[in-house]
């Protein structure tokens, strides 16, 4: 890495960007150990698919309600003062699984994942464009592709996590034989399950207090902390009178939703697959997440490779290259039906999504300047996208067979129809950046 990406006026953000890029991995790591949790919970609670979304609609729910709050208190304060409130959220929604473990109900570790999720709403709102204001403009889509390459690793130790130390540890009764448990039996064998579930989210919640502080004690710049006026309305109707930024936003929800869906229901295509092979149901769903770690390894790898072409495609140009290579492995995984080689065009995906987030993020904030701060909420909202798409692909799961296939596998028609859009929105955007 070239210290020139990080400096700017001949001022070195290196640590700044160095701490604040570790925030990247760390909500990385509360995203992908909650995917994996929608067949947990619908396994523990015995519920269906689609009930066991409402993880997903809770955790995305809480970056939705919290975006533009968070753009008015970095307008007010600071980014430092925003990425504070956010870790102190994530680890007050990651404590709470504790109680609500205690109540042995579905519903209050929802509200602990909205709590956890209000936090990553302010972590996100202010890191992005925090690292966008880093450095010059001119490198400024290369800086944040730099910090979310970061983003995976995080991903990664949460899928390690949830395979190794939740998904294996649950207890080994397959959903059929959990439905046939008396009352009794099923309470001893949920408390035993919630118990294994919570003791990750207290280890990292303890975690992100200690850096908490020590961002607190780390000096930081007051890059774009100049303006502290909140003109609400006019600046929206400032940010969404740019083409870039307003498709950007719509753009944006379809490729959280495509990212959520093919992260998520990795494990139920697995299940099904190596399932309708002979195998047991909890030996598939780790399978199935095995296969999800090697995705994100992809995903990973993906990204930093993109970072080095973008100092020589423009961003959108690629965008759209990478969406339609996704159109392509999507359309895979829906007809390979019951073939290993669903499984592999679904991994690849992660090759082309790995590049999406942070460049739709760059060329959307193109040029806002402060308006970046509320900019940048209405990209954090479009997150949005990952809690309203997945139940709708959960209900076609559900139906268990359409059209004479299964219905798991017809159910990736919606992330084919996302990565549409962002084909449209690449191909707008490739000579504009």
């Known amino acids: 890495m070239k210290i020139s990406i990080v400096s700017k006026d001949g001022v070195s953000y290196l640590l700044p960007f160095i701490l604040i890029t570790t925030c990247f991995a760390l909500w990385g790591f509360a995203n992908d ?65 504790f109680p609500a473990k205690l109540t042995g109900n579905y519903y209050p570790f929802l509200l602990a994942y909205f709590i956890m999720t209000c936090g990553l709403s302010f972590l996100e709102t202010s890191c992005n464009p925090y690292i966008l204001s880093m450095g010059s403009e001119e490198t400024a889509t290369r800086r944040l592709n730099l910090a979310q390459a970061f983003n995976p690793i995080g991903s990664l130790l949460g899928m390690y996590v949830a395979m190794n130390f939740i998904q294996n540890k649950l207890h080994p009764l397959d959903t059929a034989e959990r439905a046939q448990l008396s009352h009794a039996e099923f309470e001893a064998i949920r408390d035993y399950d919630l118990s294994v579930l919570i003791a990750p989210y207290l280890i990292i919640g303890v975690v992100i207090l200690v850096m908490l502080l020590v961002i ?35 753009a944006q929800f379809f490729y959280v939703g495509a ?68 159109l392509v492995l999507t359309a895979g995984v829906i007809f390979c039906v019951e073939s290993v080689w669903g499984m592999y065009c679904l991994v690849g995906v992660s090759a082309c999504m790995s590049l999406m987030f942070p460049t739709i993020y760059g060329i959307a904030l193109k040029g806002m300047g402060d308006d970046a701060k509320f900019g940048a909420a209405g990209l954090i909202m479009a997150i949005l996208g990952g809690s309203v798409l997945p139940p709708v692909q959960a209900a076609i799961i559900d139906c268990k067979e359409l059209f004479g296939m299964p219905a798991v596998n017809v159910s990736f028609i919606l992330p084919f129809i996302c990565f549409v859009v962002i084909v449209i929105y690449g191909y707008h955007m490739r000579r504009a950046v």
């Open 216 to 250: 607190r004690s780390t000096p930081m710049p007051r890059n774009s902390d100049t303006s502290k006026s909140i003109d609400f309305i006019p600046t929206l109707k400032r940010i969404f009178s740019k083409r870039h930024y307003k498709y950007g936003v719509v």
């Open 33 to 97: 150990i909650t995917n994996p949790m929608v067949k947990a919970f619908s396994k523990i609670f015995r519920m269906s698919v689609t009930d066991g979304t409402l993880v997903q609609v809770a955790f995305y729910g809480g970056y939705f309600a919290m975006a533009f709050p968070a753009a008015m208190f970095i307008r007010k304060y600071t980014y430092k003062a925003g990425v504070l409130l956010g870790l102190g959220l994530y680890a007050l929604g990651a404590l709470a699984f």
């Open 259 to 326: 990212q959520i869906m093919c992260w998520t229901f990795i494990i139920q295509y697995g299940t099904h697959l190596f399932t309708s092979q002979g195998m047991e149901e909890q030996a598939a769903e780790v399978l199935s997440q095995k296969y999800n770690i090697i995705a994100m390894v992809i995903f990973c790898v993906s990204r930093f490779i993109c970072t080095f072409i973008l100092k020589y495609v423009k961003p959108g140009r690629l965008l759209m290259v990478l969406a339609v290579a996704a």
